[in-house]
């Protein structure tokens, strides 16, 4: 028997729309849901990687500009030292000139004063020696005077030379 039964195939076509709603409420809202969560949860993923993104990216360009500022101020703070360096090198090389300048002044005065010095100290010894040597020529009293000028005169002419 080959034939169709109108009621059976109601009833078959009845009970698959009975499953259809079962499964609708029983699975498919659950699975539904389970998918929304799931996409929900990867559309948030994806956000806070955006946001960690630019987080990242603000974070290397901050650090890049602190880098580049660092760098600039480096060679700030090693170009003012290089020129503190030559001025107190400078400062160094006058002061040094101007205390061998008195330093040279300083002995040439007391060259010349011992020169002077000795200068009168052999005069008087040369005339002790003339006037030991010579006593009648102690005696009178402008020859003194004579002697120690003409002493004094050669004196001076052999130390400029």
């Known amino acids: 028997m080959l034939g169709f039964d109108f009621v059976k195939t109601l009833f078959l076509v009845g009970n698959f729309f ?7 409420k029983i ?3 659950p699975i539904m849901e389970i998918l929304e969560d799931r996409k929900e949860k990867i559309k948030e993923g994806l956000e806070q990687r955006a946001i960690a993104k630019q987080e990242r990216e ?4 901050k650090r890049e500009e602190v880098i580049a500022q660092t760098k600039l101020d480096a060679q700030k703070i090693i170009k003012q030292a290089n020129e503190m360096k030559e001025k107190i090198i400078a400062k160094a090389k006058e002061e040094t000139k101007v ?6 002044e300083i ?5 010349e004063e011992l020169k002077e010095e000795m200068n009168l ?3 008087d010894l040369v005339s002790h020696v003339a006037y030991a040597a010579l ?3 102690a005696k009178q009293e402008g020859h003194k005077d ?3 000028n003409a002493i004094l005169h050669n004196l001076k002419q052999a130390s400029s030379m």
Do not use: M
Not at 18 to 24: A, G, N, T, Y
Not at 107 to 111: Q, W
């Open 135 to 137: 006593p009648d020529l």
């Open 58 to 61: 603000e974070i290397i360009k």
């Open 121 to 123: 100290k052999l005069v």
């Open 18 to 24: 009975v499953l259809l709603f079962v499964l609708k």
């Open 99 to 104: 205390l061998l300048q008195k330093a040279k």
């Open 107 to 111: 002995i040439a005065k007391e060259r």
């Open 27 to 29: 699975f498919y809202k």
């Open 146 to 148: 004579l002697v120690e």
